[in-house]
């Protein structure tokens, strides 16, 4: 196996083909998130960003994207935004994590959302975390596969179902005809979703992504962002001719990612997140999407709308240097901490609870 490691802000045209190549002849890595697009997008705002490629016989066969850090440290490229994380690899491949890294000049690379079948890297996984999706099925199916699952929803959750669709025709008749744009490309509609997102992250308690110029500029970047093979989605509902809530997340061919939902809360009333949710999932099908993943972790929406899970890995694979096991420690521990209160419904509540009290705290001072 040879490895070379090329700088992500300059990828050639050639390596730019046989990675999205490669993604076409493994449906397992089929996720925009593991797309050159992605990466690059991602070279263009923060520093250090890398990809390893791997060949035998001369040709591409893996990609591993990456971000150098200083002392050999290594972080999956998107870490903290990313939810979908691996080497792309075409099927049979066979790698050594410690070779891999030794080529990569890292101790160690951290990851949160590693894919499934990466075996080389298993024995680094400090845990496995569900991560729901809706399946949509193939194109070649004859039928509306939006419709389609619509109806699996009303079979497998009919309450909530009558209960959402309910408050959508109460929407139209008190705030306007309802419509449902799948690839809006009104960029004022983009800055809006921000600032809703922005006040629901005080709100909550939680760090304000919008708030670092480096993301907004990532997210600027994948909506001017459309080809083939990857484009980034802006979807917004409307009451009338106000929107009430939007989405924006990275396609594939055959993937969308939920990213970034958030809603007018002066509406919250008529549950339009959901609403803008189960439009999203019907106008995808129909737009040619396979599945949409709804990234991990643990929310009543997801579990709602969920045809399935895939899982997702976290940890660090190491090679035996210090700094990889001092770091290692560091990182570790906070995210045992983060690991033990998410995985216990009585603890999670009770952080959020603190995390939301704490953002009406930081609101009511700020308006002062």
């Not at 005809?177 to 909550?204: A, G, H």
């Not at 061919?253 to 609403?275: C, K, Q």
Request: aromatic share 8%; charged share 30%.
């Amino acid at each position: 196996m040879d490895i070379t490691v090329h700088g992500l802000d300059g990828l050639s045209p050639s390596l730019h083909r046989a990675w999205q190549s490669t993604m076409d002849d493994s449906p397992e890595y089929a996720n925009p998130f593991l797309a050159p697009q992605f990466a690059t997008a991602i070279a263009r705002c923060r520093g250090g960003a890398r990809v390893a490629v791997l060949r035998e016989d001369g040709e591409p066969v893996g990609f591993l994207p990456y971000r150098r850090h200083p002392l050999g440290i290594g972080r999956a490229i998107g870490l903290g935004l990313s939810d979908c994380q691996g080497l792309v690899h075409l099927p049979g491949v066979s790698w050594d994590a410690g070779e891999l890294l030794g080529a990569c000049g890292l101790s160690v690379l951290e990851f949160d959302h590693l894919v499934e079948r990466q075996k080389p890297f298993d024995r680094y996984v400090r845990g496995w975390f569900a991560s729901p999706v809706i399946d949509l099925g193939d194109p070649g199916e004859p039928g509306d596969r939006g419709s389609a699952y619509l109806e699996r929803l009303r079979t497998a959750a009919p309450r909530r179902t009558r209960t959402t669709l309910a408050k959508e025709r109460r929407l139209a008749r008190e705030a306007g005809e309802v419509r449902f744009v799948f690839d809006e490309r009104d960029p004022r509609m983009l800055r809006l979703l921000m600032r809703w997102k922005s006040d629901q992250y005080r709100r909550t308690g939680r760090m304000d992504r919008f708030a670092r110029p480096w993301i907004v500029d990532l997210v600027d970047g994948l909506f001017r962002t459309r080809d083939e093979h990857f484009t980034g989605v802006l979807s917004v509902l409307y009451a009338g001719d106000r929107p009430v809530a939007a989405h924006f997340g990275p396609r594939s061919r055959t993937v969308l990612a939920a990213w970034f939902p958030a809603y007018d809360p002066e509406f919250r009333r008529y549950s339009p997140g959901l609403i803008m949710h189960l439009r999203m999932a019907e106008a995808a099908g129909r737009a040619g999407v396979r599945q949409v993943d709804l990234g991990r972790g643990e929310m009543e929406y997801k579990d709602w709308l969920k045809t399935g899970e895939l899982r997702v890995g976290e940890g660090f694979a190491t090679r035996p240097r210090p700094v990889a096991a001092a770091y290692r420690v560091w990182r570790g521990s906070a995210r045992g901490v983060r690991t033990t209160v998410l995985a216990h419904p009585r603890l999670r509540a009770s952080a959020d609870r603190l995390l939301r009290t704490a953002g009406r705290l930081r609101t009511s001072t700020a308006g002062r």
